[in-house]
C-alpha cells in the first residue's frame, strides 16, 4: 500500500496525529515493516482523524 505521506510534517499537541496525513510519528516511522493489514487499518482511520484535526482548527 502506498504511503499517506504527503511530505508535510507537522504533528498536533493535543492528539500526536500528523496534521497532513493522520499518522502519529510511531505509525509514520513503522509504515513500511507495517503488515498490509496494519497499513490498511490505519488508512482507514485517517480520514476520521483528518476531519477531527479540521474541526479543531481555530478560525
Same mark, same amino acid.
Given at each position: 500500500?502506498?504511503?499517506?505521506?504527503?511530505? *508535510?510534517?507537522?504533528?498536533?499537541?493535543?492528539?500526536?496525529?500528523?496534521?497532513?496525513?493522520?499518522?502519529? %510519528?510511531?505509525?509514520?516511522?513503522?509504515?513500511? %515493516?507495517?503488515?498490509?493489514?496494519?497499513?490498511? %487499518? *490505519?488508512?482507514?482511520?485517517?480520514?476520521?482523524?483528518?476531519?477531527?484535526?479540521?474541526?479543531?482548527?481555530?478560525?
Amino acid at each position: 500500500m502506498k504511503s499517506p505521506c504527503v511530505e *508535510i510534517c507537522a504533528f498536533d499537541g493535543r492528539t500526536g496525529w500528523c496534521r497532513a496525513c493522520g499518522r502519529t %510519528k510511531p505509525e509514520c516511522r513503522s509504515w513500511k %515493516k507495517a503488515q498490509p493489514h496494519q497499513q490498511r %487499518k *490505519i488508512a482507514a482511520d485517517l480520514p476520521r482523524r483528518l476531519s477531527k484535526l479540521a474541526a479543531a482548527k481555530p478560525e
